[in-house]
């Protein structure tokens, strides 16, 4: 009698306490659970020893990315049925150990462990990445991280990004609009915001495919400096370049930021590149900016952020992200971000939160993935393109949750007279 989603049902809400939001397909064909919502697929007893080995965020990824967990029906619906339960326990959430000494949780993993067995732990998908945590942000781990997520195949992150090749959040005028059109009113929005003009330099931190160096050389007359730590990034800029004849106002380098040199810089960009620095090695990052920077120079910072916690010591990098996504990553919040662009010498003068139009952005990188999906699957892997979906999906859903966030900060190298060049009105870019 196929009756395995039935126990897993009854055996993980006996575990977690509570009931479960989605429906569950196992193995031998039996579905259990709310008859309309979406499908949880565990397709074999691997995925039980996966989650019984590496309880919580991990070891569903790891079930996920080797394809022994899926989804089925909307994956939003599934994520945030699920989140409360994998991803949000919370500060409060009780430890393995702890929980263990619950006859019910013992009773249930006894169960779950008959059901699935417990022979030695499933290997991890090759897509994890397996490393010491000493020595982070050296200049060489940063490249070795920067090369996992972005060397995946630029043809891969076309069809994720699209025509734009914009790796970070737009600026929507409506949520109708294209995503093409919102990546190029960010740009215009950051160009705006730095008040560039022709016969300028500007430094492009973390410069990507080039897109930010394009539009700003183009339609403004800059000359441009772009570095970037991926070699395929990288390539794929310079032919961009080339191709809009923009070779005498652009260069792009294969550089780390802390090896600059050649300032003083009118302007600097460092659009989703923060999130990479690490809180060691932040105030380092916004020193170096200030020291390119010359003096009245305007620096705009776009960057991810988390909320705060009660203890800040208790913060710990995101499992799943860590090892499958960003490795090194992480995320500060805004008042920390200010306090260490202000500690670097610099005056922040303005900060817009654009956390809404993430989620957007997201979605629709996600909804590219799924319309040419056996495409992106062959060209970075199966395992890869899961990866990507199930992490932008999943943080579309703490954009609009607002458990991260993402904003733009301006700040100004202001000289020693206290001249900003800020106008009193300074939102004239709106």
Known sequence: ??????????????????????????????????????????????????????????????????????????????????????????????????????????????????????????????????????????????????????????????????????????????????LEDAQRDKLELICRKLKLTPGQRLLDVGCGWGSMAIHAAREYGVSVVGVTLSQEQAAYARKRVAGEGLTDKVEIRVQDYRDVADGPYDAISSVGMAEHVGAERYLEYAGVLHSLLKPGGRLLNHQIARRPHRDESSYSIDEFIDSYVFPDGELAPIGTTVTQLERAGLEVRDVEVIREHYALTLRRWVANLEADWARAAKLAGAGRARVWRLYMAASALAFERNRIGVNQVLAVRTPDSGNSGVPLRARTWN
């Open 1 to 178: 009698m196929a009756d395995a989603a039935l126990r897993l049902k009854s055996l993980f809400e006996q575990l977690l306490g509570t009931p479960i939001q989605v429906r569950i397909r196992a193995w031998d064909g039996s579905e259990a659970g709310p008859p309309d919502a979406p499908t949880l697929v565990v397709r074999n007893r691997r995925a039980l020893r996966r989650l019984l080995w590496k309880p919580g965020e991990l070891g569903m990824a790891r079930a996920w990315v080797s394809g022994d967990l899926g989804i089925e029906g909307d994956l939003y619906a599934a994520l945030d049925a699920m989140s409360s339960l994998v991803w949000e326990r919370g500060d409060d959430a009780r430890t393995l150990a702890q929980a263990l000494r619950d006859p019910e949780v013992r009773s249930a993993v006894r169960g779950l462990v008959r059901l699935g067995g417990l022979p030695l732990p499933p290997a991890p998908p090759p897509e994890e990445v397996r490393r010491s945590r000493a020595h982070l942000h050296t200049k060489r781990t940063d490249k070795r991280a920067i090369s996992h997520h972005y060397d995946v195949g630029n043809d891969f992150y076309e069809i994720v990004l699209g025509p734009s090749m914009v790796y970070s959040c737009a600026y929507w005028e409506s949520p109708d609009g294209t």
